[in-house]
């Protein structure tokens, strides 16, 4: 009994998803730390190789063997090298050898071979010796010699010429013992050295020993040390390897010489027309006419290059990336042209080109490519070229790009290098240099069909029997390869006579030349060779890939394709195996793509720690890059700094210090950086805090370089990628461009608290939500504009600061840029750390890579790739060293691409392919001219008679088209019979036709191309007429011989299948045009050809090449129609063209007009000659009209058609049914449903009988009456609307001019709101700021409270400058920009701002008195201090200069004499001067400043004024100004004490500006979260006080007077509630004034009018409303003492007081109006007795204002401007000396 199954408990959990890994985020910090670590230790030991190095030559001494080897063999060794041995001598030798063979037989073996013992002329000689003696005793050194001979013949390694002749004698010796044995042994050996010998033979191919001569191994030196890119010097001397004689149907001397000659002309066919570019480029720099523009056919120049910075390049390494200007190339289509293509080499120079730097293309983004940039990789990392390169102005930097694609020629010529060295080192032959070199052609068999006892191989030909299947009862799995008779026979494969010959030529000899004319299906055989030598592979034992070689991409996917499919092969796919690699990139097939060689990396899934340093290095390079660009774009914070050891810890202690004075703005101390550098100060206006110095670098406030800051370095990578380095950089930074984006989403649509720490979420929340974005805007354009300025402090000042606080604003930023500065030297050495680590490690990984491909490509079956891919992939193949290499399109492939890709271990070569169609493509036209260098390797063997087989039936061309090739091209060429099954083209008479035309061609200015407008439209015309006749774009390719056509056509065909409307689903699939040269191999049914060529001077180009000609005459299969100049063609005498001509025209095919058939009417022939006659069958027929009958009843009107698919189209005729009960006939096209009647009718209405006009089937009832309404509103107006709108409904819209009940102002309004509007007449009155008020009289309260001013700011600063900041007249003014103007006699100014503190002069002070002068005062003072010597009035000794009589200067001593002479200029002393100072004691003083005279005691009066007189308690604080021209006295000497004193001031002023600017944030933060809610006012008509006046405003005290306002308007309006629940509209729109007033200066500070104004206007306000409640008292209640009279008193003071003109209103009005009020309470002493008259004016005692920038100096020595208001105009009140606001304030 079996055991019992478990049940399972269906009561389980339900199924939970695995929870997926959350991938940890990458530390780049501690990455780039660790590079920087390995670094050192790289720099410091050296390399782990060279550490290997020197380990290993430590511990290995000599080499092992040669410890060991006996004493003996050391001697024989030594005896080798003796010229001529003595018999006693060999006899030593042989017997020593035969006793060591025991313990060293390699090592003897190899002795042996290396000293060629036994083909020693004196050994032989013995052996002769000893044959010829009569002496038949046997001797023991004989027989040894016979065992060593034996062992060195049985080393494969060893050829057989090392043994032959010395085992030939010893096989005839007699006195030997056992000699029976002995023999049998020799003639063994014998036996098996005739098999080496013919394997060796067949090996060789040919004598592989060859001798250099001095002269070819110098020649073959000078190959291998040659440069590929030309240096400067060698373009200017035109030095080239010289290029012999060529005689292509001649041998060649010898393989040194064939190498020597292909190397040299493959090489110049690249360098050539480069070399001749930048000669030309060279020549254009140096000429004096350099102003047109630079065009050479064989380079492209790219100017204005600057050099970026090293970029990490995965799969490259480092490259330079390099951008240059894009103006010449704005119409480039980057991803369709093959500029600046990848892999291609480029030339960086400058000027002459004396220096040249070649690099190559490391990566082509098309998203850089459009920005102008690109990145290169420096060829021989030439550094010190490119810092040179760097030193030069970027617009003399150029880059010269080659039109010839270099990878395609470097790994060719480094190959064909390879070969070189070989041959010069090792005297190593090329392959198959018996045919290649010397053109032999008795060719023998591959090496492989031979086995190693020289017997055929069998092989399976069950692959190639025509069905799969042997029809005959012979067996196919075992023939020998190279017995043909025994093969299956052509019927049983299915070939015919020549596909067999070339079968048994393709697989029987080492070469096999296979030549397919067009439609012989050369593909075809190629794949039967491909399938039997894969088939049959393992029966070889061949281990090796095959390796397939084609010219396109098209060609051998094609090729792969058709391979996948063969049914006798599927065995290589058992178990998901993939034997096939394709090698190279561009492969468009779907099912070859599985089989590409990066498919085959990710099957194996190997990771590599090189490729994980590499992917981190990029990243981390990366990360820097975009970190140093948010250095200019945001704060870092001190917390990174600090760690990254920026900055010293006694600034970090003196910032953090000050922490708890800025904690409630700032929640952490890494943020306390944004209040030591005042950043939201600037929120309002930093206009004013950008420097003049700024300003001269360039830095201005744009919107556009805000712009271009939003642009993240990271926007080229994936999204993932980007988030992480944002995720890392972000914490590092206290302020960013983040910030400015609203709604927490920055620029990028990243959500900014997704990635930011809690702890900057919370000063995000506390301090940026209060920042409005206009303002965040301000900030971030402020600290950008401050961080490119390049002015950095510099490190003997840094060391010396103490507490950061302390400096000013400007030495601050200039301490953090010098952070900054020190930051970005620390990252720009990790970067370049990261860059050599990124290199070291791309190198390893390349390494890892190369063997994990070529592990991939040696265990694969097959290997296929272009001839483009085998040179890229050179060094793979030459590890691989295929045995089988099949070319396919053979006779487009250069000969140099076959030889690079030719190996020692080749055994077999098939060349597929027809040397009379296209040949490889040449760069070089001289070169090809005049060597003939574009004959392929397989045409060169053909035309020296080389074995080759040519298909001879061809299978494509109807025998129509095939015809024109023979006998002209193909003499043999045979049509099958298939091709005589094929339907004539329809619509067309001639299935093949020649149209001849003379239009002429035409050229652009910057092309080589040439283009055909003639040729353009015929051909367009004619595919639309095809299309007609129902054949689809898949039956058609157009041709053109020209590239510039080819685009031409493209254009035209695509405009005219949008215009197309038959056949439309047929032209769904684009059309295929091409170039001539693209189409070779490819075929179609119907081919249209343009030839172009059409000129007077019968040019021909490349039309007149044979290969061309013969590739464009046989692509088609049923129709072939060609366009050109055939009497030009013919007149230039071309052979071939001539041939072909004469032939068309026997067959009548070629013509001036193109005959058309018409389907429909076969009798109708249409004739074309030019594009105008294809209108005549514009739908496919003919002009015969169609007059098929419909099925909706009418006629079709068309021409004739070929498609009767048109009928199908919808009717576009007109309906005309009657379709309704009034007869009306139906107007919409035929195709159309008829619907509603739509005839026009005139209907009225029921109800206002208004007529309108509709269509016939639609209903009155259903539609509103669109007449005009002409019914009276209320107000009298006639209503404007609609008759069906309501007029009750909506209010009247008619303009009126009313009068404006409160202040009599006209109004030009609507009709509905004449009852309560707002006055917009403008106020326009004078403030007394000078500028006209901008409000209207409803916002400034008709006059009474103007809103703030909005001009600019032009006011006097408090340094005399005027301010031109370009602020608003309304806000302070920031510190002045201009140039500080104080100067001294030892200096010519201050080198800082006005607005900054001056720095002082401290040289000594040079007031002294006059040599002459008794008094004798000297000054020992610095400049800056008071001088400690008073005033001498003595007069000046001096005569004065310019007096002629030589009077004595009127002047006083110390000072500049004035220019004045009181006694020869009289006259003007009565105009100066009064009569009091006219007398001879007067002196007069003259100012430096100015140069104006005037008297001393009147000047020293002046500038006393105000300093020491006492009844004038404060001054203002400004400088003394000349009476005449108001120019500041700054440096007279006389009056310096005075000067220095009010300089002293005005820095004072400076201070507490910059005190003010800095603390003001800080102090509005720490007020409003001190202003709690203790007594909430009423807020009335406004909802949110909050969002009126938010309360992180500037203005501390706005938000006070806003309550203290409030405070006082509560207990009226509750009265008022109580009395009335309506208020009066003015009561309200008054209120509403007030409280925005009050808001639009939360960031501005009041003037002091401004608060006087306010003030009145409140008084007003409050008593006005005291008057409306007592108003409303006396008439709810009967007072016996108010009389009627009262009442009218009253009612005209309210009336005055409701709504008066700012002109019109006078105090004496509220005065009279309280005095009335007063006096009607006293006599109703219970009336209103709840307010009193001190609660009606408000207290602004407590409310900061500006006095319009003036400052003024107490006795007590203070300075204040921003005082609290006072009622009175007395400004002799200080505020630090009134007790009542020093208690305030405490």
């Given at each position: 009994?079996?055991?019992?199954?478990?049940?399972?408990?269906?009561?389980?959990?339900?199924?939970?998803?695995?929870?997926?890994?959350?991938?940890?985020?990458?530390?780049?910090?501690?990455?780039?730390?660790?590079?920087?670590?390995?670094?050192?230790?790289?720099?410091?030991?050296?390399?782990?190789?060279?550490?290997?190095?020197?380990?290993?030559?430590?511990?290995?001494?000599?080499?092992?063997?040669?410890?060991?080897?006996?004493?003996?063999?050391?001697?024989?060794?030594?005896?080798?090298?003796?010229?001529?041995?003595?018999?006693?001598?060999?006899?030593?030798?042989?017997?020593?050898?035969?006793?060591?063979?025991?313990?060293?037989?390699?090592?003897?073996?190899?002795?042996?071979?290396?000293?060629?013992?036994?083909?020693?002329?004196?050994?032989?000689?013995?052996?002769?010796?000893?044959?010829?003696?009569?002496?038949?005793?046997?001797?023991?050194?004989?027989?040894?010699?016979?065992?060593?001979?034996?062992?060195?013949?049985?080393?494969?390694?060893?050829?057989?010429?090392?043994?032959?002749?010395?085992?030939?004698?010893?096989?005839?010796?007699?006195?030997?013992?056992?000699?029976?044995?002995?023999?049998?042994?020799?003639?063994?050996?014998?036996?098996?050295?005739?098999?080496?010998?013919?394997?060796?033979?067949?090996?060789?191919?040919?004598?592989?020993?060859?001798?250099?001569?001095?002269?070819?191994?110098?020649?073959?030196?000078?190959?291998?040390?040659?440069?590929?890119?030309?240096?400067?010097?060698?373009?200017?001397?035109?030095?080239?390897?010289?290029?012999?004689?060529?005689?292509?149907?001649?041998?060649?001397?010898?393989?040194?010489?064939?190498?020597?000659?292909?190397?040299?002309?493959?090489?110049?066919?690249?360098?050539?027309?480069?070399?001749?570019?930048?000669?030309?480029?060279?020549?254009?720099?140096?000429?004096?006419?350099?102003?047109?523009?630079?065009?050479?056919?064989?380079?492209?120049?790219?100017?204005?290059?600057?050099?970026?910075?090293?970029?990490?390049?995965?799969?490259?390494?480092?490259?330079?990336?390099?951008?240059?200007?894009?103006?010449?190339?704005?119409?480039?289509?980057?991803?369709?042209?093959?500029?600046?293509?990848?892999?291609?080499?480029?030339?960086?120079?400058?000027?002459?080109?004396?220096?040249?730097?070649?690099?190559?293309?490391?990566?082509?983004?098309?998203?850089?490519?459009?920005?102008?940039?690109?990145?290169?990789?420096?060829?021989?990392?030439?550094?010190?070229?490119?810092?040179?390169?760097?030193?030069?102005?970027?617009?003399?930097?150029?880059?010269?790009?080659?039109?010839?694609?270099?990878?395609?020629?470097?790994?060719?010529?480094?190959?064909?290098?390879?070969?070189?060295?070989?041959?010069?080192?090792?005297?190593?032959?090329?392959?198959?240099?018996?045919?290649?070199?010397?053109?032999?052609?008795?060719?023998?068999?591959?090496?492989?069909?031979?086995?190693?006892?020289?017997?055929?191989?069998?092989?399976?030909?069950?692959?190639?029997?025509?069905?799969?299947?042997?029809?005959?009862?012979?067996?196919?799995?075992?023939?020998?390869?190279?017995?043909?008779?025994?093969?299956?026979?052509?019927?049983?494969?299915?070939?015919?006579?020549?596909?067999?010959?070339?079968?048994?030529?393709?697989?029987?000899?080492?070469?096999?030349?296979?030549?397919?004319?067009?439609?012989?299906?050369?593909?075809?055989?190629?794949?039967?060779?491909?399938?039997?030598?894969?088939?049959?592979?393992?029966?070889?034992?061949?281990?090796?890939?095959?390796?397939?070689?084609?010219?396109?991409?098209?060609?051998?996917?094609?090729?792969?394709?058709?391979?996948?499919?063969?049914?006798?092969?599927?065995?290589?796919?058992?178990?998901?195996?993939?034997?096939?690699?394709?090698?190279?990139?561009?492969?468009?097939?779907?099912?070859?793509?599985?089989?590409?060689?990066?498919?085959?990396?990710?099957?194996?899934?190997?990771?590599?720690?090189?490729?994980?340093?590499?992917?981190?290095?990029?990243?981390?390079?990366?990360?820097?890059?975009?970190?140093?660009?948010?250095?200019?774009?945001?704060?870092?914070?001190?917390?990174?700094?600090?760690?990254?050891?920026?900055?010293?810890?006694?600034?970090?202690?003196?910032?953090?210090?000050?922490?708890?004075?800025?904690?409630?703005?700032?929640?952490?101390?890494?943020?306390?950086?944004?209040?030591?550098?005042?950043?939201?100060?600037?929120?309002?206006?930093?206009?004013?805090?950008?420097?003049?110095?700024?300003?001269?670098?360039?830095?201005?406030?744009?919107?556009?370089?805000?712009?271009?800051?939003?642009?993240?370095?990271?926007?080229?990578?994936?999204?993932?990628?980007?988030?992480?380095?944002?995720?890392?950089?972000?914490?590092?930074?206290?302020?960013?461009?983040?910030?400015?984006?609203?709604?927490?989403?920055?620029?990028?649509?990243?959500?900014?608290?997704?990635?930011?720490?809690?702890?900057?979420?919370?000063?995000?929340?506390?301090?940026?939500?209060?920042?409005?974005?206009?303002?965040?805007?301000?900030?971030?354009?402020?600290?950008?504009?401050?961080?490119?300025?390049?002015?950095?402090?510099?490190?003997?000042?840094?060391?010396?600061?103490?507490?950061?606080?302390?400096?000013?604003?400007?030495?601050?930023?200039?301490?953090?840029?010098?952070?900054?500065?020190?930051?970005?030297?620390?990252?720009?050495?990790?970067?370049?750390?990261?860059?050599?680590?990124?290199?070291?490690?791309?190198?390893?990984?390349?390494?890892?890579?190369?063997?994990?491909?070529?592990?991939?490509?040696?265990?694969?079956?097959?290997?296929?790739?272009?001839?483009?891919?085998?040179?890229?992939?050179?060094?793979?193949?030459?590890?691989?060293?295929?045995?089988?290499?099949?070319?396919?399109?053979?006779?487009?492939?250069?000969?140099?691409?076959?030889?690079?890709?030719?190996?020692?271990?080749?055994?077999?070569?098939?060349?597929?392919?027809?040397?009379?169609?296209?040949?490889?493509?040449?760069?070089?036209?001289?070169?090809?001219?005049?060597?003939?260098?574009?004959?392929?390797?397989?045409?060169?063997?053909?035309?020296?008679?080389?074995?080759?087989?040519?298909?001879?039936?061809?299978?494509?061309?109807?025998?129509?088209?095939?015809?024109?090739?023979?006998?002209?091209?193909?003499?043999?060429?045979?049509?099958?019979?298939?091709?005589?099954?094929?339907?004539?083209?329809?619509?067309?008479?001639?299935?093949?036709?020649?149209?001849?035309?003379?239009?002429?061609?035409?050229?652009?200015?910057?092309?080589?191309?040439?283009?055909?407008?003639?040729?353009?439209?015929?051909?367009?015309?004619?595919?639309?007429?095809?299309?007609?006749?129902?054949?689809?774009?898949?039956?058609?390719?157009?041709?053109?011989?020209?590239?510039?056509?080819?685009?031409?056509?493209?254009?035209?065909?695509?405009?005219?299948?949008?215009?197309?409307?038959?056949?439309?689903?047929?032209?769904?699939?684009?059309?295929?045009?091409?170039?001539?040269?693209?189409?070779?191999?490819?075929?179609?049914?119907?081919?249209?050809?343009?030839?172009?060529?059409?000129?007077?001077?019968?040019?021909?180009?490349?039309?007149?090449?044979?290969?061309?000609?013969?590739?464009?005459?046989?692509?088609?299969?049923?129709?072939?129609?060609?366009?050109?100049?055939?009497?030009?063609?013919?007149?230039?005498?071309?052979?071939?063209?001539?041939?072909?001509?004469?032939?068309?025209?026997?067959?009548?095919?070629?013509?001036?007009?193109?005959?058309?058939?018409?389907?429909?009417?076969?009798?109708?022939?249409?004739?074309?000659?030019?594009?105008?006659?294809?209108?005549?069958?514009?739908?496919?027929?003919?002009?015969?009209?169609?007059?098929?009958?419909?099925?909706?009843?009418?006629?079709?009107?068309?021409?004739?058609?070929?498609?009767?698919?048109?009928?199908?189209?919808?009717?576009?005729?007109?309906?005309?049914?009657?379709?309704?009960?009034?007869?009306?006939?139906?107007?919409?096209?035929?195709?159309?449903?008829?619907?509603?009647?739509?005839?026009?009718?005139?209907?009225?209405?029921?109800?206002?009988?208004?007529?309108?006009?509709?269509?016939?089937?639609?209903?009155?009832?259903?539609?509103?009456?669109?007449?005009?309404?002409?019914?009276?509103?209320?107000?009298?107006?006639?209503?404007?609307?609609?008759?069906?709108?309501?007029?009750?409904?909506?209010?009247?819209?008619?303009?009126?001019?009313?009068?404006?009940?409160?202040?009599?102002?006209?109004?030009?309004?609507?009709?509905?709101?004449?009852?309560?509007?707002?006055?917009?007449?403008?106020?326009?009155?004078?403030?007394?700021?000078?500028?006209?008020?901008?409000?209207?009289?409803?916002?400034?309260?008709?006059?009474?409270?103007?809103?703030?001013?909005?001009?600019?700011?032009?006011?006097?600063?408090?340094?005399?400058?005027?301010?031109?900041?370009?602020?608003?007249?309304?806000?302070?003014?920031?510190?002045?920009?201009?140039?500080?103007?104080?100067?001294?006699?030892?200096?010519?100014?201050?080198?800082?701002?006005?607005?900054?503190?001056?720095?002082?002069?401290?040289?000594?002070?040079?007031?002294?008195?006059?040599?002459k002068c008794k008094n004798s005062f000297k000054c020992s003072k610095q400049c800056f201090e008071d001088c400690e010597r008073p005033r001498c009035d003595n007069r000046c000794k001096r005569t004065l200069k310019g007096c002629n009589s030589r009077h004595r200067?009127?002047?006083?001593?110390?000072?500049?004499?004035?220019?004045?002479?009181?006694?020869?200029?009289?006259?003007?002393?009565?105009?100066?001067?009064?009569?009091?100072?006219?007398?001879?004691?007067?002196?007069?003083?003259?100012?430096?400043?100015?140069?104006?005279?005037?008297?001393?005691?009147?000047?020293?009066?002046?500038?006393?004024?105000?300093?020491?007189?006492?009844?004038?308690?404060?001054?203002?604080?400004?400088?003394?100004?000349?009476?005449?021209?108001?120019?500041?006295?700054?440096?007279?000497?006389?009056?310096?004490?005075?000067?220095?004193?009010?300089?002293?001031?005005?820095?004072?002023?400076?201070?507490?500006?910059?005190?003010?600017?800095?603390?003001?944030?800080?102090?509005?933060?720490?007020?409003?979260?001190?202003?709690?809610?203790?007594?909430?006012?009423?807020?009335?008509?406004?909802?949110?006080?909050?969002?009126?006046?938010?309360?992180?405003?500037?203005?501390?005290?706005?938000?006070?007077?806003?309550?203290?306002?409030?405070?006082?308007?509560?207990?009226?309006?509750?009265?008022?509630?109580?009395?009335?629940?309506?208020?009066?509209?003015?009561?309200?729109?008054?209120?509403?004034?007030?409280?925005?007033?009050?808001?639009?200066?939360?960031?501005?500070?009041?003037?002091?009018?401004?608060?006087?104004?306010?003030?009145?206007?409140?008084?007003?306000?409050?008593?006005?409303?005291?008057?409306?409640?007592?108003?409303?008292?006396?008439?709810?209640?009967?007072?016996?003492?108010?009389?009627?009279?009262?009442?009218?008193?009253?009612?005209?003071?309210?009336?005055?007081?409701?709504?008066?003109?700012?002109?019109?209103?006078?105090?004496?009005?509220?005065?009279?109006?309280?005095?009335?009020?007063?006096?009607?309470?006293?006599?109703?002493?219970?009336?209103?007795?709840?307010?009193?008259?001190?609660?009606?004016?408000?207290?602004?005692?407590?409310?900061?204002?500006?006095?319009?920038?003036?400052?003024?100096?107490?006795?007590?020595?203070?300075?204040?401007?921003?005082?609290?208001?006072?009622?009175?105009?007395?400004?002799?009140?200080?505020?630090?000396?009134?007790?009542?606001?020093?208690?305030?304030?405490?």
């Amino acid at each position: 009994m079996g055991r019992r199954k478990r049940r399972r408990s269906f009561d389980r959990k339900p199924f939970e998803p695995k929870r997926r890994r959350v991938k940890s985020p990458f530390d780049f910090r501690r990455y780039a730390k660790y590079v920087e670590e390995q670094a050192q230790n790289y720099y410091d030991y050296g390399s782990d190789d060279e550490i290997g190095y020197e380990i290993s030559m430590e511990t290995s001494g000599e080499p092992d063997g040669e410890d060991k080897l006996p004493v003996e063999l050391k001697n024989v060794e030594k005896m080798f090298d003796v010229p001529i041995l003595d018999g006693h001598d060999i006899k030593y030798i042989v017997c020593m050898l035969t006793a060591a063979l025991g313990s060293e037989p390699d090592r003897i073996c190899s002795l042996l071979k290396t000293k060629d013992f036994f083909r020693r002329h004196d050994v032989l000689s013995l052996v002769t010796e000893k044959l010829t003696s009569k002496c038949c005793d046997s001797e023991e050194w004989l027989e040894n010699m016979v065992k060593l001979v034996i062992l060195i013949t049985k080393q494969e390694d060893i050829k057989t010429k090392y043994t032959k002749t010395i085992l030939g004698l010893l096989s005839q010796i007699k006195c030997i013992n056992d000699d029976t044995i002995v023999k049998d042994q020799i003639r063994e050996t014998i036996r098996i050295l005739n098999v080496r010998e013919k394997l060796e033979k067949l090996k060789d191919d040919g004598d592989t020993t060859f001798i250099l001569s001095d002269e070819i191994k110098d020649e073959l030196r000078k190959l291998v040390n040659w440069p590929i890119l030309p240096s400067a010097q060698m373009i200017r001397q035109n030095e080239s390897l010289p290029i012999l004689p060529r005689d292509l149907n001649l041998p060649y001397k010898s393989p040194a010489h064939y190498l020597i000659d292909q190397f040299s002309l493959f090489l110049e066919d690249f360098i050539g027309p480069l070399r001749r570019g930048i000669r030309n480029y060279m020549e254009y720099v140096n000429s004096k006419e350099t102003q047109g523009r630079f065009k050479d056919d064989n380079v492209r120049i790219y100017k204005r290059i600057r050099l970026l910075d090293n970029k990490c390049v995965p799969g490259s390494g480092v490259g330079l990336e390099v951008q240059f200007d894009m103006k010449m190339f704005k119409k480039i289509r980057w991803e369709s042209c093959n500029f600046l293509q990848y892999g291609n080499v480029v030339c960086l120079t400058y000027d002459d080109c004396s220096d040249l730097v070649y690099a190559l293309i490391a990566n082509r983004d098309l998203k850089q490519l459009t920005d102008g940039r690109v990145l290169l990789k420096i060829l021989n990392d030439d550094v010190q070229s490119i810092n040179n390169l760097r030193n030069v102005q970027e617009c003399r930097l150029v880059m010269i790009e080659s039109k010839s694609f270099y990878m395609v020629y470097d790994h060719t010529l480094k190959s064909l290098k390879t070969l070189a060295s070989a041959m010069l080192e090792k005297n190593e032959n090329i392959p198959f240099a018996k045919y290649l070199v010397y053109l032999k052609q008795d060719v023998l068999e591959p090496l492989y069909t031979r086995k190693k006892n020289f017997d055929v191989r069998l092989a399976d030909f069950g692959c190639l029997l025509r069905y799969g299947k042997q029809t005959s009862k012979t067996s196919y799995e075992k023939v020998p390869m190279l017995n043909v008779d025994k093969w299956p026979t052509s019927e049983e494969m299915g070939l015919n006579k020549d596909q067999y010959e070339a079968l048994k030529k393709c697989l029987t000899k080492r070469i096999g030349i296979l030549q397919g004319p067009p439609g012989t299906g050369k593909t075809w055989m190629g794949l039967r060779i491909m399938e039997f030598l894969l088939y049959n592979k393992s029966k070889f034992e061949e281990s090796r890939p095959i390796l397939l070689l084609s010219y396109t991409n098209h060609a051998l996917d094609q090729f792969f394709e058709k391979l996948l499919d063969s049914v006798s092969l599927r065995f290589l796919f058992r178990g998901k195996e993939r034997p096939f690699v394709r090698v190279g990139g561009r492969c468009a097939n779907e099912r070859v793509q599985k089989f590409m060689l990066k498919e085959h990396r990710k099957q194996e899934r190997y990771w590599s720690e090189n490729r994980r340093h590499v992917q981190n290095s990029t990243k981390c390079v990366k990360y820097i890059d975009t970190f140093l660009s948010y250095l200019q774009k945001g704060i870092v914070s001190t917390r990174f700094l600090e760690t990254e050891n920026i900055i010293s810890p006694q600034h970090i202690w003196s910032l953090e210090i000050n922490f708890r004075f800025h904690e409630k703005f700032v929640p952490c101390k890494e943020a306390i950086i944004i209040s030591w550098l005042c950043i939201p100060n600037v929120a309002t206006d930093f206009r004013g805090h950008v420097t003049k110095a700024q300003r001269e670098n360039g830095i201005e406030i744009d919107d556009l370089f805000l712009q271009e800051n939003q642009k993240r370095i990271l926007g080229d990578d994936d999204d993932d990628f980007e988030k992480e380095i944002l995720h890392a950089i972000r914490p590092s930074f206290v302020f960013a461009d983040e910030h400015l984006c609203p709604n927490n989403v920055n620029s990028n649509g990243i959500i900014f608290n997704t990635f930011f720490p809690q702890i900057f979420r919370n000063i995000h929340q506390v301090f940026w939500n209060r920042v409005s974005y206009e303002k965040r805007r301000r900030m971030l354009s402020y600290v950008q504009q401050n961080l490119r300025c390049q002015d950095i402090m510099p490190v003997q000042n840094v060391r010396r600061i103490r507490n950061v606080w302390r400096l000013s604003l400007r030495e601050r930023w200039k301490l953090y840029r010098f952070w900054i500065h020190q930051l970005s030297i620390k990252f720009q050495n990790q970067r370049t750390n990261l860059i050599s680590h990124f290199s070291r490690k791309s190198q390893d990984d390349h390494h890892e890579r190369f063997k994990r491909d070529l592990s991939i490509l040696t265990s694969c079956q097959m290997i296929g790739m272009t001839t483009t891919g085998a040179a890229s992939n050179m060094e793979l193949l030459r590890e691989i060293r295929p045995r089988i290499v099949v070319v396919e399109e053979a006779a487009q492939v250069h000969e140099q691409h076959i030889l690079g890709c030719l190996t020692k271990d080749l055994q077999h070569l098939i060349l597929i392919g027809d040397h009379q169609q296209l040949r490889p493509t040449m760069n070089n036209y001289d070169l090809r001219c005049q060597y003939n260098t574009d004959v392929s390797l397989m045409e060169r063997l053909v035309m020296n008679g080389f074995p080759f087989q040519c298909l001879a039936q061809q299978h494509r061309m109807r025998p129509e088209i095939s015809c024109m090739l023979t006998p002209a091209i193909y003499p043999s060429l045979q049509d099958h019979l298939t091709v005589l099954e094929y339907q004539d083209v329809k619509g067309m008479k001639h299935n093949i036709f020649f149209i001849d035309h003379q239009n002429p061609e035409s050229q652009t200015n910057y092309s080589t191309s040439y283009t055909n407008d003639f040729e353009v439209e015929m051909i367009a015309n004619l595919y639309k007429y095809l299309i007609l006749q129902g054949y689809s774009n898949s039956d058609i390719t157009i041709l053109s011989a020209y590239n510039d056509q080819v685009r031409k056509i493209r254009t035209r065909v695509s405009q005219i299948s949008q215009q197309l409307v038959i056949g439309r689903e047929l032209s769904n699939q684009r059309v295929h045009i091409t170039a001539v040269d693209n189409f070779q191999g490819e075929e179609n049914k119907i081919i249209l050809l343009s030839l172009v060529r059409s000129n007077e001077d019968c040019k021909l180009g490349h039309l007149g090449d044979p290969q061309r000609i013969c590739v464009l005459l046989s692509r088609a299969k049923e129709g072939f129609y060609a366009f050109g100049n055939f009497q030009m063609l013919y007149k230039r005498n071309n052979p071939l063209w001539m041939k072909i001509i004469t032939k068309a025209k026997e067959k009548d095919v070629l013509g001036k007009s193109l005959s058309l058939v018409c389907k429909n009417h076969p009798q109708k022939i249409t004739s074309v000659s030019g594009p105008e006659d294809f209108e005549n069958v514009k739908d496919g027929g003919c002009d015969e009209p169609c007059a098929t009958l419909l099925q909706c009843g009418h006629v079709c009107e068309r021409k004739c058609h070929a498609d009767n698919s048109i009928h199908d189209l919808p009717c576009q005729k007109a309906c005309l049914k009657k379709w309704c009960d009034d007869g009306h006939l139906c107007q919409k096209e035929c195709y159309k449903e008829c619907g509603p009647c739509m005839e026009r009718v005139k209907k009225k209405y029921l109800t206002c009988e208004h007529e309108v006009c509709v269509p016939c089937s639609e209903d009155l009832s259903d539609r509103p009456c669109p007449a005009k309404c002409t019914r009276q509103r209320d107000c009298g107006h006639i209503c404007t609307l609609k008759c069906s709108q309501n007029c009750n409904k909506y209010p009247c819209q008619v303009v009126v001019q009313v009068t404006h009940p409160a202040c009599g102002h006209e109004s030009v309004i609507k009709c509905s709101a004449k009852d309560n509007f707002f006055c917009q007449k403008e106020c326009r009155e004078t403030l007394p700021c000078g500028h006209f008020c901008k409000g209207t009289c409803h916002s400034c309260s008709n006059g009474r409270l103007h809103i703030q001013c909005k001009q600019v700011c032009s006011r006097d600063l408090i340094c005399g400058h005027n301010c031109n900041t370009g602020h608003l007249c309304s806000s302070m003014c920031p510190p002045c920009n201009k140039k500080c103007e104080r100067i001294c006699e030892h200096r010519e100014g201050c080198p800082r701002l006005c607005g900054e503190i001056c720095e002082p002069c401290t040289r000594p002070c040079n007031w002294d008195c006059d040599r002459k002068c008794k008094n004798s005062f000297k000054c020992s003072k610095q400049c800056f201090e008071d001088c400690e010597r008073p005033r001498c009035d003595n007069r000046c000794k001096r005569t004065l200069k310019g007096c002629n009589s030589r009077h004595r200067c009127t002047g006083v001593c110390g000072e500049i004499c004035p220019n004045f002479c009181k006694r020869c200029n009289n006259d003007q002393l009565h105009e100066m001067f009064s009569e009091a100072k006219r007398n001879d004691k007067a002196l007069f003083i003259e100012l430096v400043d100015c140069g104006h005279i005037f008297d001393l005691d009147a000047m020293d009066r002046h500038m006393q004024s105000e300093s020491s007189d006492e009844s004038n308690k404060n001054r203002q604080v400004a400088l003394k100004m000349c009476p005449k021209c108001s120019t500041p006295i700054k440096r007279s000497k006389r009056y310096r004490n005075i000067n220095n004193q009010i300089f002293r001031d005005l820095e004072e002023v400076k201070r507490d500006i910059e005190k003010g600017r800095v603390s003001m944030f800080h102090n509005s933060f720490w007020i409003n979260q001190s202003l709690k809610e203790n007594t909430t006012p009423v807020s009335f008509f406004v909802d949110n006080i909050d969002e009126l006046l938010p309360k992180n405003s500037k203005n501390i005290f706005a938000r006070k007077l806003l309550i203290y306002f409030v405070l006082k308007i509560g207990p009226r309006f509750n009265e008022l509630e109580r009395a009335d629940r309506e208020f009066p509209p003015e009561i309200k729109g008054t209120y509403l004034i007030m409280v925005k007033w009050i808001g639009k200066h939360a960031d501005i500070i009041f003037k002091d009018y401004e608060l006087r104004q306010f003030a009145n206007e409140v008084e007003r306000y409050l008593l006005y409303l005291d008057l409306i409640l007592m108003k409303r008292e006396f008439d709810e209640n009967d007072y016996t003492n108010i009389t009627q009279s009262d009442k009218e008193r009253l009612e005209c003071h309210m009336t005055k007081l409701r709504c008066p003109g700012g002109s019109t209103f006078k105090p004496e009005d509220i005065t009279k109006a309280k005095s009335a009020f007063e006096e009607l309470r006293r006599k109703e002493p219970t009336s209103c007795s709840w307010i009193s008259d001190d609660e009606r004016r408000i207290s602004l005692q407590n409310v900061a204002c500006t006095k319009q920038g003036k400052w003024y100096k107490c006795t007590n020595s203070h300075i204040y401007s921003i005082g609290f208001f006072v009622d009175t105009s007395d400004e002799s009140q200080c505020p630090e000396c009134r007790p009542s606001i020093k208690n305030s304030n405490r």
